[in-house]
Each structure stands twice: as structure tokens, then as C-alpha cells.
């Protein structure tokens, strides 16, 4: 697994021999990172277009780190969930690390 269009190797993350990929860029949903994020890792599901919907709602995740309602940010808060053999983990500041399959054997 190597680093891909939308995300780069954080290696000072790795933890319990998974790699950690931090999926780059802000301008999309974060639903959408993710999906993107873990194609680049794992490869693209072409069986399954919908895996995300198996383990989250990506509506509410989206709406979980919209800006509140008065405009500002929010600070505080993470989902961590599994999918397709990673983790995610998604801060509030729209941070969002992926952690490879335990079997990835890259770096």
C-alpha cells in the first residue's frame, strides 16, 4: 500500500504495526474523503460501491463536523469507526486518519 492521490503515509502515527495515512485535502464532504481516502489505501471496491452505508451514515457524518450553527468551528469530538479492514478516525477539526489493514505490509 503506498501512498495515492489522496492521501500521504504518516508514519509518526503508525500504532500496533498499521500503517497511518492522513487523507489530505478539505474542499470535499468528509464522507466523500473518506471513500477516497480508503480507495487509495486499499483499493477501489468495484463489487461494492456502497461499504460506507454498512458501517456509518455518511449524512450524519458529513453534518457531525459541519460548522455550528452561529458560523464557527467545531473543536472537540471524534468518530472512530471500521471499514474494509481499516480504521478511521475522524476529528472534529476535520483531521482524518486512515489505519491500514494489519496485514499491510508497507514501510
Known amino acids: ?17 498499521r500503517a497511518a495515512y492522513r487523507v489530505t485535502g478539505d474542499t470535499d464532504d468528509t464522507s466523500t474523503r473518506i471513500i477516497r481516502g480508503i480507495d487509495d489505501i486499499v483499493g477501489e471496491d468495484t463489487e461494492r460501491q456502497t461499504w460506507l452505508y454498512d458501517r456509518v451514515d455518511p449524512d450524519a457524518l458529513d453534518a457531525i463536523f459541519k460548522q455550528k450553527h452561529d458560523g464557527t ?18 476529528q472534529a477539526d476535520g483531521d482524518i486518519i486512515i489505519y491500514a489493514p494489519a496485514d499491510d505490509s508497507s514501510e
Not at 479492514?85 to 475522524?90: L, M
Open 73 to 90: 468551528s467545531r473543536t472537540e469530538g471524534k468518530v472512530v469507526f471500521n471499514a474494509r479492514g481499516c480504521e478511521i478516525v475522524v
Open 1 to 17: 500500500m503506498k501512498e495515492g492521490q489522496f492521501t500521504e503515509r504518516a508514519t509518526e502515527l503508525d500504532r500496533n504495526g
